[in-house]
């Protein structure tokens, strides 16, 4: 079947502009994350969906950011007043039931993101 | 918080045989997951240790020491598309919790 997906694939913005990033999760998959990547870095959490709840939002850096997810699907995270530090590829993954590493995590191609 | 540790490259020969050490915080430690992530591409799902000892995949190999506190990635038969990076991923509650990530290993085979 189809794996996650994400749009758009690439995202140059001006700083301070509102960005927006989609991400169509594996069907079925009640479990959601959100994770930032820098350049040659490891993973950043952001947040986590359990269906259209976010049982952990600890990872988002600041309040400009927030997430949603709807009909325990399609999932936009939101980027206001975007910072040149914000730079960076957007990943987002999706796992059958979020039982932690129990539960194999399938990502999408990801996001990247440049602010001008 | 929980952290875990990982060298940040290693090279080695193609054909050889090459070991990924990552070590972790102890609290509330569940299991250890590893994922493959090519220069540009998304993290695919390797293997998951949850109890002591060695899982076998292939040609890779994922051990778990919870006394040690300790795990690690052994790849055999290296190939150059092993070329990539390499994430230890823990789960530390075993229940409807995030995966904290490693900062990465860059292995690169050269011939």
């Known amino acids: 079947g189809a794996g996650v997906s994400q749009s758009p694939s690439n995202k140059v913005t001006e700083k301070g502009k509102d960005v927006e990033l989609r991400c169509d999760p594996i069907?079925?998959?009640?479990?959601l994350y959100w994770y930032r990547q820098s350049l040659g870095q490891g993973l950043e959490f952001l947040i986590y969906?359990?269906?259209?709840?976010?049982?952990?939002k600890s990872g988002l850096p600041s309040d400009r950011f927030s997430a949603e997810r709807t009909g325990g699907s399609v999932s936009t995270l939101t980027i206001q007043r975007t910072q040149q530090e914000d730079s960076a590829v957007y990943l987002c993954?999706?796992?059958?039931?979020?039982?932690?590493?129990?539960?194999?995590?399938?990502f999408g191609p990801g996001t990247r993101l440049t602010v001008l | 918080g929980q952290s875990l540790e990982q060298p940040s490259e290693v090279t080695a020969v193609e054909g050889a045989i090459v070991q990924i050490n990552c070590t972790y915080q102890?609290?509330?430690?569940?299991?250890l997951s590893w994922y493959q992530q090519h220069d540009g591409g998304a993290p695919t799902f390797l293997s998951y240790?949850?109890?002591?000892g060695l899982e076998e995949t292939g040609r890779f190999s994922s051990f778990l020491s919870r006394s040690d506190s300790y795990g690690y990635l052994l790849l055999q038969e290296l190939q150059m598309k092993d070329s990539a990076s390499y994430f230890c991923?823990?789960?530390?509650?075993?229940?409807?919790?995030?995966?904290?990530f490693g900062t990465g290993t860059k292995l690169q085979v050269i011939p």
């Open positions: 991923a823990a789960d530390f509650s075993g229940g409807y919790q995030k995966v904290t």
């Open positions: 969906f359990q269906g259209n709840s976010a049982p952990d």
């Open positions: 240790n949850a109890l002591d």
């Open positions: 102890t609290s509330g430690f569940y299991g």
């Open positions: 069907s079925g998959h009640t479990a």
């Open positions: 993954a999706s796992s059958y039931s979020g039982r932690g590493g129990t539960d194999t995590q399938y």
